[in-house]
């Protein structure tokens, strides 16, 4: 079964192991605060990881009603006074399944209430409304690269604008040239703090680190210098959307343990042929990490038929119930990480020490 590790988990722990010294009494002391111009509101995407992140600033998750009509339209309510307030609104824009109903929320409905709730905070005169996004749909169209095709993600980054954001704080983005496409200050924040700590524990013996594609390859390289781990890379060619072709492996695996590294795994079709590629190269365990649990269709049957040991993801986007109960897959929280940098925002301190 998938495993979620939580702060307020770690922290009832840590207390069990005994009392917590006069540094952490203080940095909670210093968290905790009543602050009626410092709020975070939340759509319906992932509400538990919005109670995470209020649960590790010590603060209570603003009041917002966001209710459908029967033909599906959303209603946004904020049941808060705002005025003067600067506030952070977390949604990622990702489909989610909820617990209470059979039926889960597409990308576009939860892109919709997300520029609802931030067109709302406006007209209620919130002083500055910052857009969490913990994964940023859309962003894996970035280019024009067929005829007539659209730039999506400029047009959700114009919409966030147009709605009211000033600004925008986001995980792991597709690429980080989707920056640009922002005409509001931009926070890149990386989940690879979460992933290296996890991954530096486990010790595993003769890591390369593997990138499943060209374009991940800076991502790749960072990660290997963390963990002191060589590089290697796969060679691959995608045939049409959401179908690849692994070609061939660079780089020496043979006798080695595998870590793949990507920014999202969606149906796994990649990410599982890119391990047997590994495997058929002489690599002797082979282990995935990523940020984005998106894990569209046959994703978690791909998983657990793969020769993968563990996917480990970020809580980013909410596991389906399948995805729970799979014990290849292991969730970390990013609550901390998120929790840290809005408070840098508000505090207006920096947020690049968390650029590790």
Avoid: W
Avoid at 159 to 185: E, K, M, S, W, Y
């Amino acid at each position: 079964m998938a495993t979620l590790v939580t702060p307020a988990e770690k922290t009832e722990k840590a207390e069990k192991q005994g009392p917590p010294t006069p540094e952490e009494k203080l940095e909670r002391k210093q968290r905790a605060r009543v602050d009626d111009k410092f709020k975070i509101f939340s759509g319906t995407a992932n509400e538990p990881l919005a109670d995470e992140v209020c649960h590790f600033l010590g603060m209570q998750r603003g009041q917002a009603q966001v209710i459908r009509f029967a033909d599906g339209e959303a209603y946004v309510q904020i049941q808060e006074n705002v005025r003067g307030a600067d506030v952070f609104v977390m949604q990622p824009t990702c489909r989610a399944a909820h617990s209470n109903s059979s039926k889960s929320t597409s990308v576009d409905e939860h892109l919709m209430e997300l520029l609802l709730m931030i067109d709302a905070l406006k007209r209620a005169s919130a002083r500055r409304i910052t857009a969490v996004m913990p994964y940023f749909g859309y962003a894996r169209q970035d280019r024009k690269d067929k005829p007539r095709s659209p730039i999506s993600s400029k047009l959700v980054a114009d919409l966030l604008t147009t709605a009211g954001a000033h600004r925008a704080l986001i995980v792991d983005l597709h690429t980080p040239q989707l920056q640009g496409f922002f005409n509001i200050p931009v926070d890149h924040l990386f989940a690879s703090p979460v992933l290296v700590d996890h991954f530096r524990k486990l010790n595993l013996p003769n890591l390369t680190v593997v990138s499943p594609d060209a374009g991940g390859v800076e991502r790749a390289r960072f990660f290997a210098k963390k963990v002191d781990a060589a590089l290697a890379i796969v060679d691959k060619r995608r045939v049409e959307v959401n179908v690849a072709e692994v070609m061939h492996v660079i780089g020496d695996v043979n006798g080695r343990t595998c870590l793949i590294i990507d920014d999202l795994i969606d149906t796994a079709g990649t990410l599982v042929k890119t391990a047997a590629a590994l495997i058929e190269n002489g690599a002797t365990e082979v282990y995935a990490c990523a940020s984005h649990a998106v894990l569209s269709g046959p994703a978690v049957q791909n998983i657990a038929k793969s020769v993968i040991r563990e996917v480990v993801v970020t809580n980013t986007i909410p596991l389906t119930e399948e995805a729970k109960q799979e014990p290849k897959i292991r969730v970390l929280s990013i609550a901390g990480l998120i929790g840290r940098a809005i408070q840098a925002n508000h505090e207006e301190t920096s947020v690049s020490k968390l650029f590790i």
